[in-house]
């Protein structure tokens, strides 16, 4: 009996009753390891005593203030911590409550930095076809994967399209990378052009895809190219980090590996590290200095919009990670399971590829290794994975029908940065026990 409209509406799922470090546990007493950090949120596992400190320390301050009528010390620590890490420019944060509000946030900046710029005709904004942004409508409208879409269209917005970077299926036999990332550029350029600069906002990514790819990195220079084009066309470059960021890949922010600054930067899910909800926008000081000299508003807000609580957590997150040098052990424990993972994987007859960065990695299942056949999307590889790990007592976040409904299955993993080389290891011997269970069982 449930009251709550939960996401599978014919199946109520296991009550979370308690959580500590790696592990869940529900009301039968069943523990799964947290090999997903939900998806890509619990970056310092559960029950931190640094961050429940923190945020009863607030509580005990104040634990709410509007942003119509004050800033709080709390909020203001938190974005100059940020701003100071962030790619060069990007001086300027705003607080919401998790990463579909951050995104439309960094939609309207945009459009009101060109409305106030004199250009209100910049209506468009160009994403690529294997995306997840976000699920309110905006954001919605800006990802790529069109079941996600289909039933709410028309959207408030049409989105021009162009390719993911996802070299595994997209790289032709003979093609160089450099070769394939040329392509891609190009078609963004045409994209651009046919679309026309003087109408678009901002080209919207991820720069490790998430979700919807299965932590698919970009090739080497795609992004750098990606700048240039924006440069060149006066088109915003919207790096969404809400899955990528805040140290999942090894650095704070994933873009900065790519040696590209982004004018605008969306952050959430590892933000509070699912302590408390909360996204964030980091975004160029210019973009902010023309609505400043302009209207002088910035004609957005929520009501929770820089919640203290939501900020003392997050803040308490960014000092953990320093404190514990969480970077770098994101980076060697990345490698660690990396290496496992080909171990354990790398000679299987259905994992088509191993990919990912820092601590977000994950496996594309495929039907035949040769010639990378999808699994039948009837066959809801996907899900079985997820049964069989869940009755494995294995959190992981594994998702099919990837571009338009047609691209295979994946497992995402991203467990807390926390995870010692043990973790890891009973998380992938759990893992071949759960890939191989839902091949058996979901055989037609
Ligand atoms: N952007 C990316 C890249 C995401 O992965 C997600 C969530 O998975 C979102 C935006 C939306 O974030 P939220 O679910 O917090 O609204």
Request: charged content about 20%; hydrophobic content about 40%; overall charge neutral.
């Amino acid at each position: 009996m449930t009251n709550i409209i939960h996401r599978n509406l014919r199946q109520s799922p296991p009550v979370a009753v308690s959580a500590s470090g790696m592990i869940v546990r529900d009301q039968r007493c069943n523990s799964y390891i947290d090999a997903s950090g939900g998806a890509a949120v619990s970056s310092l596992g559960h029950g931190h005593p640094d961050i429940l400190e923190a945020m009863h320390r607030q509580i005990d301050i104040n634990a709410y203030a509007h942003t119509a009528f004050f800033t709080t010390e709390v909020a203001e620590e938190l974005a100059a911590r940020l701003v100071a890490g962030a790619p060069e420019g990007l001086t300027e944060a705003y607080f919401v409550s998790g990463g579909s509000e951050a995104m439309e946030t960094a939609m309207k900046l945009a459009r009101q930095y060109f409305v106030e710029s004199g250009e209100p005709q910049r209506t468009k904004f160009i994403a690529r076809r294997q995306s997840y942004h976000g699920n309110t409508l905006g954001a919605l409208a800006v990802g790529g994967n069109e079941w996600r879409r289909r039933q709410f269209a028309p959207l408030l917005i049409d989105v021009p399209r162009v390719a993911p970077c996802y070299e595994y299926r997209d790289r032709m036999e003979g093609q160089t990378q450099a070769d394939y990332t040329a392509s891609l550029l190009r078609e963004l350029e045409a994209k651009i052009v046919e679309t026309g600069p003087e109408n678009v906002i901002g080209f919207c990514a991820e720069p490790v895809v998430g979700a919807t790819g299965g932590a698919i990195p970009p090739t080497r220079g795609y992004f750098q190219g990606v700048r240039a084009l924006c440069d060149k066309y006066g088109v915003l470059f919207i790096a969404d980090e809400v899955m990528c960021g805040m140290g999942r890949t090894g650095t704070m922010y994933s873009i900065s590996q790519d040696g590209v600054a982004p004018d605008i930067i969306t952050i959430g899910k590892g933000l509070g590290a699912g302590y408390q909800p909360i996204g964030g926008v980091l975004a160029q000081g210019r973009l902010v200095d023309r609505l400043r000299q302009g209207s002088g508003m910035f004609q957005h807000g929520h009501t929770y919009i820089g919640h203290p609580v939501a900020a003392a957590a997050a803040l308490a997150v960014q000092k953990v990670i320093e404190r514990d040098g969480l970077l770098a052990q994101v980076r060697t424990r990345g490698e660690t399971f990396m290496g496992m993972l080909r171990n354990a994987f790398g000679r299987h007859p259905h994992v088509g590829d191993i990919r990912g960065r820092g601590l977000l990695l994950a496996l594309e299942l495929v039907e035949d290794r040769e010639t990378k056949q999808p699994f039948a999307p009837e066959r809801k590889l996907h899900a079985a994975v997820k049964a069989c790990a869940m009755a494995n007592g294995l959190m992981v976040y594994p998702m099919g029908g990837t571009i338009d409904g047609q691209n295979g299955d994946h497992i995402l993993l991203a467990p807390p940065f926390i995870a010692s080389d043990a973790d890891l290891s009973e998380i992938v011997s759990r893992l071949v026990e759960s890939v191989d269970g839902a091949l058996r069982q979901s055989s037609p």
